[in-house]
């Protein structure tokens, strides 16, 4: 039986598991199973190997995605210069690292965000899905700006996100946990009453599928997009890191 499974903290959320069922249905897959592994605490990683044999595919969600990397026995060459990490190989007691997130975000962004329109983009949250999403904005050229709740060296705060600021950035990327169910009624807090038809708004988030950032930009006449995509397209390229 080859085993894969998501670590988190609250997995209630995730997508992953059926994903991967139908995958597996889909393909034609056999003796292959995906799990839903929630940790207290990353030190819990060990022994859930220990416990789980054959494991030999694990993605990573919040809050473990640069926090699992000392567990970890190497990382590949992009993880390593993202800073986190959301897909494991296991093989022969060896856990290599990989970002995926980056590959998911970067294919859907160039699909959502025309070459044409592009301008700079403000990327709210500093976390490991952050990193992943400014890497692929710094491959595709997209000058941004980061946006954190507390001071972080590069970022700005969110007081600072002022209607006048918000015209300089048409792109806008959620890549908090804000709106996720079950808390949906939260939002990141910006001047949302500044937003234009002219504003691209990319949720990371993907349940609900409509969160109440996505809602804001929709009210606005902003085009608007959740984290499905991104979902679909990591999960994609991590099946073919699992299968390498």
Known sequence: MRRFGLIGKKLGHSFSKRYFTEKFEKVGVREAVYDLYEL??????????????ELVGLNVTVPYKEQVIPFLTELDAAAAEIGAVNTIKIEAGRTKGYNTDYIGFKTSLQNFYPEEDRGQALVLGTGGAAKAVCAALKALAIPYTSVARKAVAGAILYEAVTPDLLQKYNLIINTTPLGMYPEVDTLPPIPYTS???????YDLVYNPELTSFITEGKAAGAKTMNGLAMLQGQAEAAWAIWNE
Request: glycine share 0%; no cysteine; proline share 14%.
């Open 40 to 53: 207290e605490q990353i030190e819990q990683l060990p022994e859930l190997l220990a416990r789980e044999p």
């Open 195 to 201: 937003l234009t038809p002219q504003h691209y708004l």
